[in-house]
């Protein structure tokens, strides 16, 4: 079972990692030969086995009061039917690793955002398996109690739906979501500098609606700085395939950057602040550049030609596949289930180990006359 959140549908029409992630690799496993069921929204596409509760994401259903419920039944059904597969792997963040304890099939967890403060209190008393999505994220974590850690699985996407190009245009590009940690404002400030075309391809969710209006809105020009908003896949494919690099000024430690294996793949170079995931990502000096501020992003822009496309394609190729991911996964399942069996195994037999206690202390505070048999109506093991 795959277990995606209900806020997005898989995969999503426009934004949503996550979301493109779970479809992608629930293709890949069928490929593969493997069974698969999606837990997702009524609207989400796939070739698995689609299991729903809703038939919308909770983005689009507007008409909703308090969408929170839904969530709730979503996570609650799915794993109510976790008996009927090998394993459950939870995509849908802390909400299902609460309510794992009351399913005896394994869950593993990815972890596809960071812990927070309330969420750690989930995570001290998870009793499944986890794995995360770089090494960055590993060592943002805090200290937790709980779960059995399964390593790094990277994200994968379907490498052959990117258009390689190698004829670029002159344009920048800031694609994914305008928001303060995401940088917007330094990219838009590393294009001016440069007086270079920056096509701002981004949603505004309603928690940066101000910092749209403060920090990027005052720029766009039309000319210099355009903003196109939301884009679809076809355009975010065609924006990738042309642009002469991505920007990707990150102000956080972001566990994985989608959109740099996106653009490569498609042959075009990133620019990206060295942190979070991107060191792991990128290959500096071969398929982008690291950088650490606004005056090295300008510097690097400039550098930009001496990419290979052909090496950013391959670079995505063989390390951030659709294939790579589901080979990933399937290891840990096997780790998963392995290490399942030998819980139950020491559990029966600890089990095993009491009722035979409790069978020898009978026999010694027995009346002499003999002792008896604990089948015996009346008689309670322990």
């Not at 839904?70 to 009927?84: K, M, N, V």
């Not at 620019?271 to 992003?297: C, I, K, N």
């Not at 670079?315 to 290891?331: C, D, F, I, K, P």
């Not at 195994?345 to 604990?374: F, H, I, N, Y």
């Amino acid at each position: 079972m795959q277990l995606a959140p209900l806020w997005e549908t898989v995969p999503p029409p426009r934004y949503g990692g996550t979301e493109a992630v779970v479809s992608v690799l629930c293709e890949e496993l069928l490929r593969l030969g493997h069974e698969v069921t999606l837990c997702a929204s009524g609207d989400s596409i796939t070739s698995a086995e689609l299991s729903s509760v809703y038939p919308r994401s909770l983005r689009t259903a507007n008409d909703l009061r308090d969408p929170q419920p839904y969530d709730w039944t979503h996570i609650a059904l799915s794993l109510r039917a976790a008996g009927d597969f090998d394993i459950v792997h939870n995509h849908a963040g802390e909400l299902a690793m609460a309510m794992s304890c009351l399913v005896d099939v394994p869950v593993l967890s990815t972890m596809h955002c960071l812990i927070t403060p309330d969420t750690q209190f989930v995570w001290d008393r998870y009793d499944g398996w986890y794995n995360t999505i770089s090494h960055a994220q590993r060592r943002a974590m805090p200290p937790v109690w709980g779960g059995t850690y399964c390593g790094v699985v990277y994200n994968g996407i379907d490498v052959a739906s990117f258009p390689y190009e190698e004829r670029k245009s002159d344009y920048l590009l800031f694609l994914g979501r305008v928001a303060p940690e995401k940088g917007t404002h330094l990219a838009i400030e590393a294009a001016r500098r440069l007086g270079k075309r920056l096509i701002i391809a981004a949603k505004v969710d309603r928690v940066d609606r101000q910092y749209f209006h403060d920090s990027v809105e005052p720029f766009i020009d039309g000319h210099l700085i355009q903003f196109v908003g939301e884009v679809d896949g076809a355009l975010k494919r065609e924006l990738y395939a042309r642009a002469s690099c991505l920007l990707v000024p990150i102000c956080w430690e972001e566990p994985f950057g989608l959109v740099m294996a996106e653009a490569m793949a498609c042959g075009t170079p990133v620019v990206a602040f060295a942190r979070g995931s991107a060191p792991e990502l990128l290959v500096d000096g071969e398929t982008g550049f690291l950088v650490h501020d606004v005056d090295g992003m300008a510097r690097a822009v400039s550098q930009v030609d001496q990419i290979d496309p052909r090496r950013c394609r391959r670079h995505v190729e063989e390390n951030l596949s659709a294939q790579r991911m589901a080979e990933g996964y399937l290891a840990v399942y096997d780790r998963v289930l392995e290490e399942a069996a030998g819980r139950e195994r020491a559990s029966a037999a600890l089990g095993l180990g009491r009722e035979l206690r409790s069978v020898s202390q009978l026999a010694e505070t027995a009346p002499s006359g003999g002792t008896k048999d604990p089948t015996d109506e009346g008689l309670a093991v322990a």
